[in-house]
């Protein structure tokens, strides 16, 4: 999986001529854990070091494991974090001040923080202002750590499916004919901004097959309607909130296998925390290069929640 989320964010890279490595062992690491939570971890640290490190810079990922835990470096040279702020970076709604058009970890770090301690893992980070940061996971073999909470073992461990394999689960009973004779996954854009709507529905036209809707309560009814393959939905819209929305689809026995993205404007870091909390897959901060959506988009649809997982 640490491959996969590595290899999403391949054109942000190049298109800042980074050295972009991974190293791991060529046999997979077997880990006990929540696979959209972990995905979030890594998602928001290679972005920050993305985000932070400049043109022709350098970010290596490694995992290793030890005989009782699994560990994971994300290091870059980027800009780094002054020695004052410790601990702090991890504080809700901290935001690192540079001298740079690039400033602010936001609510990403605090989330991370959550996740890794709903883990009974570890995250440190080391880092030299102006020369770089590297942070540390350190995550627990086995599951004792979970104590009395529920393991599902009977769960495909593979993270790479072939396109076959990803469409039988969960199965999409869509109801108009063509739709439902299509092999292209089918896409929900909830968006009541015309412009923004358009935008998101040409950068996917072309390969998937996409519908639209203009209103959360809209999105909802196309949801129930054509039981979409994953919803990409906007936060603020006049008549209800893409909160309410991912809330009633997450909630709902038919729908809430569907991955949910919400797109957030940047400074709304409060209605990022509730996304989360609500069951949403993803979230992505406006404005987005369209690379970013269609990686996380693929991702999302690949991958599902699974508690036993191979993070190779």
Not at 156 to 168: C, G, I, M, R, V
Not at 212 to 217: C, M, P
Not at 228 to 249: F, Q, R, V
């Amino acid at each position: 999986m640490c491959k996969e989320v590595h290899i999403s964010f391949s054109g942000q890279a190049t298109l800042k001529n980074l050295n972009y490595q991974f190293k791991c062992p060529y046999t997979p690491i077997e880990l006990y854990a929540d696979k959209e939570k972990i995905q979030a971890i890594l998602y928001n640290l290679i972005s920050n070091a993305i985000k932070f490190t400049k043109p022709y810079g350098e970010i290596n990922m490694q995992l290793w494991e030890t005989e009782n835990t699994v560990e994971l470096s994300i290091k870059d040279n980027g800009i780094g974090v002054d020695p004052h702020v410790k601990e702090k970076l991890f504080d809700r709604f901290f935001q690192v001040k540079e001298n740079s058009s690039a400033s602010g970890f936001g609510i990403g770090l605090y989330l991370v923080k959550q996740f890794m301690d709903q883990h009974g893992a570890k995250i440190s980070y080391e880092s030299t202002a102006g020369s770089g940061t590297t942070f540390f996971l350190s995550f627990r073999k086995g599951k004792s750590h979970f104590g009395n909470l529920t393991i599902y073992e009977d769960v495909p461990s593979e993270t790479f499916q072939t396109e076959d394999q990803a469409k039988l689960s969960p199965p999409t009973l869509k109801t108009d004919p063509n739709l439902l004779l299509s092999t292209q996954d089918l896409i929900l854009i909830v968006e009541d901004n015309e412009n923004i709507r358009e935008y998101i529905q040409g950068i996917f036209k072309h390969d998937h097959l996409v519908i639209t809707a203009t209103s959360g309560k809209e999105g909802l009814e196309q949801a129930i309607k054509h039981l979409p393959d994953i919803i990409i939905s906007d936060i603020m819209m006049e008549d209800s909130t893409g909160l309410e929305l991912c809330s009633a689809i997450k909630n709902n026995p038919t729908l809430g296998h569907i991955p949910v993205i919400l797109l957030t404007a940047l400074s709304d870091a409060e209605n990022r925390l509730k996304g989360t909390q609500c069951g949403a897959d993803d979230y992505i901060t406006k404005p987005f290069e369209k690379e970013l959506l269609m990686a996380r988009l693929k991702l999302c649809l690949k991958t599902g929640p699974t508690p036993a997982i191979f993070l190779q």
